[in-house]
């Protein structure tokens, strides 16, 4: 019988994942144990296109690198030859706790901001609705209500087109070792990073979705303190995303600029 996996402890009323959506083999939902590194994960072993499977060890997703302990980036460069660090964080986390790049010598590091510091390039419609699920919250005391209008413009506003567009660049440039992309619990900004690279990929919603929700099973309490990983979260987006392109994968070729060819050539890189 497969070892439980318990939650960590969300903030607020959490969802889990459906570890029946897991291909067998994933129960664990790609979890990597580190000392301090939080919610790390490997996408390898998801259900790509054409039955084909994610390749092991060579997409991770995860917290700020600057919460693991020596060990663990010591482990990224050796045992993953990680090679590429996107960080989906703004200037300000940039600065206050910046990835130890130094212990990646041969890593490349990209910046791919998806929300300026303290949201500034929002538009004023936006900002006017943020404010408004703001109030909602402390209305309400669910901060889902305010991430539920923050995911739509993670995607659609200016800075987090450009953001996950740089995002998918760096992406199809690595072509040696593991890439590994974070935000700062691996919650939202990466959280989305990993649909649009699943939906590339072709995995089917039901594994996406359970990949989401790991999050509230792997990410510490204290640095979840803003909420949890949510289906509503996630299907506002989507529904944001279907509404003015069609799908995910309409979304990385039109607003991403992705040609279809370097969809295929990733494809044929990472499934097997």
């Known amino acids: 019988m497969a070892e439980r996996i318990e939650p960590v402890g969300a903030p607020v009323a959490y969802e889990t994942p459906d570890a029946a959506a897991m291909p067998?083999?994933?129960?664990?939902?790609?979890?990597?144990?580190?000392?301090?590194?939080?919610?790390?994960?490997?996408?390898?072993?998801?259900?790509?296109a054409d039955g084909r499977t994610v390749r092991?060890?060579?997409?991770?997703?995860?917290?700020?690198?600057?919460?693991?302990?020596?060990?663990?980036?010591?482990?990224?460069?050796?045992d993953y030859r990680v090679r590429l660090v996107v960080d989906l964080r703004n200037n300000e986390e940039l600065a206050e706790l910046p990835d130890p790049m130094e212990q990646l010598p041969d890593a490349a590091f990209v910046h791919a901001s998806i929300f300026e510091d303290r949201h500034a390039g929002i538009t004023q419609e936006r900002e006017a609705q943020l404010e408004a699920a703001r109030k909602r919250v402390k209305e309400s005391g669910d901060p889902v209500d305010f991430m539920v209008?923050?995911?739509?413009?993670?995607?659609?506003?200016?800075?987090?087109r450009k953001g996950y567009q740089e995002f998918f660049e760096a992406l199809l440039a690595c072509e040696d070792g593991a890439a590994l992309w974070h935000?700062?619990?691996?919650?939202?900004?990466?959280?989305?990073a990993s649909v649009l690279v699943e939906s590339a990929l072709g995995v089917p919603a039901e594994q996406i979705r359970a990949d989401y929700l790991a999050t509230n099973l792997f990410a510490p309490a204290q640095l979840t303190a803003d909420g949890a990983a949510s289906l509503r979260s996630l299907a506002a987006v989507t529904r944001a995303v279907e509404r003015e392109y069609g799908d995910y994968l309409a979304y990385i070729k039109e607003a991403l600029g992705v040609a279809p060819s370097a969809i295929e050539d990733l494809r044929a890189r990472m499934l097997v």
């Open 24 to 48: 067998a083999g994933r129960r664990d939902y790609g979890r990597i144990p580190f000392d301090g590194l939080p919610n790390t994960r490997d996408l390898g072993g998801l259900t790509g």
């Open 56 to 78: 092991r060890g060579s997409l991770l997703r995860s917290g700020a690198l600057i919460f693991g302990t020596d060990d663990d980036i010591a482990r990224l460069r050796d």
């Open 149 to 160: 209008m923050l995911y739509p413009a993670m995607l659609l506003d200016e800075v987090g």
């Open 183 to 192: 935000c700062h619990v691996g919650r939202d900004r990466c959280g989305m």
